[in-house]
């Protein structure tokens, strides 16, 4: 069973300051991995999604990696704002599960 | 308006009571899922549908059910409800674009009590 976990569970920056968020999964045998940003009262929205062939993926201020063999993605958030303030969310496409499983998340707090 | 729609976004009820959740989606998408998110949990998957005639279980599908009754209505109902369903309720979509890569789109939500 895929199992997904995140660290730190909360983080709390200064404005201005670059920042990794961690994921790793236990069943290397994955399509794909997102990672999500989740709002207080909203869904969840995608950021980026890595294909199991990739090793990075790059949207404005972020980028994700995917080392598949050791298990591990991590988020980079570089120059962070106070808008970035949100909880993240990683999540893994298991062919054989044909579903994503998720991560607890990191709530981070990004302050002026 | 919003691709993902999820009604209600709140309901408090009493155990027992049947309950039922709605969601609707106007991307076209054949797939579409049911979550639930509890507090320093991640979501989990209670039930999945590729298209009409495919439901599917997921991770914790015991005490709910589901209907899918068109491409962009997929319907979750707790029969009986407990307080232990207290959660936070996701549906998404999602279409698949290449090989198994799929991204899925989520509703704002449903924040369900059981009393």
């Known amino acids: 069973k895929q199992e997904v976990t995140q660290i730190p569970a909360a983080l709390s920056v200064p404005e201005g300051e670059n920042l990794v968020l961690n994921c790793s999964f236990t069943d290397s045998a994955i399509y794909n991995l997102q990672w999500f940003r989740q709002d207080p009262g909203k869904g969840l929205t995608s950021l980026l999604l890595?294909?199991?062939?990739?090793r990075e993926q790059t949207s404005g201020r972020l980028n994700a990696s995917l080392d598949k063999s050791s298990g591990r993605s991590t988020l980079y958030i570089a120059a962070s704002q106070p808008g970035d303030s949100a909880t993240y969310l990683c999540a893994v496409w298991t062919g054989s599960a044909r579903q994503l499983t998720f991560g607890s998340g990191t709530q981070l707090t990004v302050l002026p | 308006d919003a691709d993902v729609t999820q009604t209600p976004r709140n309901r408090i009820t009493k155990t027992g009571k049947r309950i039922m959740l709605e969601c609707s989606q106007t991307?076209?998408?054949?797939?579409m899922y049911w979550y639930r998110q509890d507090p320093g949990l991640g979501l989990r998957l209670i039930y999945y549908?590729?298209?009409?005639?495919?439901?599917n279980k997921g991770e914790i599908s015991d005490g709910y059910s589901v209907s899918r009754q068109a491409q962009a209505k997929f319907s979750l109902s707790l029969e009986s409800a407990i307080p232990n369903q207290t959660a936070l309720y996701f549906c998404a979509t999602s279409v698949i674009t290449s090989g198994e890569t799929d991204t899925q789109y989520f509703g704002p939500g449903t924040r369900l009590t059981v009393l």
């Open positions: 890595i294909q199991s062939s990739q």
């Open positions: 991307k076209g998408h054949d797939r």
């Open positions: 549908s590729f298209d009409v005639k495919d439901i």
